[in-house]
């Protein structure tokens, strides 16, 4: 048994399954939870930025340039670096955009992320290029002699 072949032009009512307002309302609704979708994901972004680590560190001091990896209470691991005689910064150690560790380039002097060639400024964390939307997540360091 054959077919029997579709008019053409297309009937009208199947037309009206489809019609103009009611693609304009669908792809509205779409574009809007879209948004929404991107400004909750921003939000939660924006709550764990502000969330600082907090680094137990030891006596050892560090030279001018030298960087350690400590780990957090909760298992994390941040970068500390003695940027100058005066300034010891820490950061988390995964790269905002997608997890990467980044590593400490004194060569530079700031940090990089090896997946996508990101780096951070070595002073603030901000970036200086590359993918990330945000900065490194800084680190509250505490030492037995001094805070930080």
Known sequence: MLKKPEVF????????????????????????LALAGEWGAKRAEEGSQAEALALQLDETPLAVGEARTVTATGGAEALVVQ?????????????????CPVLWVKEHTRFECPCHHAAFDARSGEVLFGPPRHGLRPARLVTKARKV
Request: positive net charge; glycine residues 10%.
């Open 83 to 99: 940027v100058d005689a005066s300034t010891l910064v820490g950061f988390d150690r995964r790269c905002p955009h997608l997890g």
């Open 9 to 32: 032009p297309v009937a009208l009512a199947s037309e009206r399954v489809l019609d103009r307002r009611r693609f304009l309302c669908a792809a509205g609704g779409a574009a809007v």
